[in-house]
């Protein structure tokens, strides 16, 4: 007997969600597939499920867009507990290390300097970065402390937005592959107080930003089918977009790499073509050349 066929249909575009608390991003995903009835998504960028806020999710063909989207600058507000560290380094975890010492605003803003830049960080023992082919929660969860190896992170702005007692509210800026629970660890040690992440938002991710969220709820209750679906393009708007004609556009679908003329035209780096509405390829620009990375199966 053959398999039913899947009713699912061909959707394109991005969906930036509002990651509810408690979710993790996998579930994310396939809720909006259920209600986009989507044949294929993915997300740009796991968030924690203690977390909330932006996750961007990509379906069809915008899912050839999610390293580009997942490569650009992450926003997060936070809130960090001072006075015990946890294994996990948020509020989930066992408390592993604890200090009755409490440190002032004026001693954790000095500090603040101390993590802007490209500086080495050590992620979390529960992250999901594999280790010998294993996820290092994984690990963690079985008892086997990971040994992970510090990394090169870079943030661009760390700042103080309120402190109250035990607990500190702060926004960071940083580039991919930033933990913000390992801020929070390592102000923690530093201030001689300990700390962990009790409350985290993000805010931003790569072109998205948090005005652009939309609520699960709303998402599951609206009446239009397609509501809160942004074209595929959405994803790229950080990077430059270089116009082809039709003949152009086809030389890009067959991956071969097309010649630049023009002042507006970028010299270096990511760039994308699109043939009026339709985006046709994205990839790189060398030596006056927009070399096809990811080609698109869309109808003109």
């Not at 010492?101 to 603040?112: D, G, Q």
């Not at 994984?138 to 008892?143: E, H, S, T, V, W």
């Not at 090169?152 to 926004?171: F, P, R």
Request: a neutral charge.
């Amino acid at each position: 007997m053959n398999a039913p066929r899947s009713k699912r249909v061909e959707v394109n575009g991005w969906v930036v969600l509002d990651k509810p608390i408690g979710m993790t991003s996998t579930h994310a995903v396939s809720r909006l597939k259920h209600i986009f009835n989507g044949k294929k998504a993915g997300h740009a960028g796991t968030l924690d499920p203690l977390a909330s806020g932006i996750l961007p999710v990509a379906f069809g063909e915008a899912t050839k867009t999610v390293p580009y989207v997942q490569d650009g600058e992450k926003a997060y507000r936070f809130t960090i507990r001072f006075g015990a560290e946890t294994d996990t380094d948020d509020s989930d975890g066992r408390i592993t290390l604890q200090s009755e010492a409490r440190p002032s605003p004026a001693e954790l803003t000095a500090l603040l300097p101390r993590f802007l830049g490209t500086i080495e960080q050590r992620p979390p023992a529960y992250s999901a970065i594999k280790i010998n082919g294993e996820r290092a929660y994984d690990l963690a969860r079985d008892g086997e402390i990971p040994d992970i190896a510090p990394r090169l992170v870079t943030i661009h702005a760390l700042d103080l937005v309120n402190m109250d007692g035990d607990e500190a509210v702060l926004e960071a800026r940083c580039g991919k592959g930033t933990y913000v629970r390992a801020i929070a660890r390592d102000l923690g040690r530093l201030l001689g107080c300990y700390g962990h992440v009790s409350a985290l938002r993000r805010t931003r991710v790569g072109p998205f930003h948090e005005d652009d969220a939309i609520p699960l709820a709303s998402l599951v209750e609206g009446t239009a089918e397609r509501q809160g679906m942004r074209g595929i393009e959405a994803g790229l708007t950080e990077m430059p977009r270089i116009p082809v004609d039709r003949s152009t556009a086809a030389k890009l679908r067959r991956g071969q790499s097309i010649l630049l003329r023009g002042h507006d035209i970028p010299t270096e780096g990511p760039a994308y073509a699109a043939c009026g509405d339709v985006i046709i390829a994205v990839g790189a620009v060398e030596r006056g050349e927009l070399i096809p990375g990811r080609v698109f199966n869309l109808p003109f």
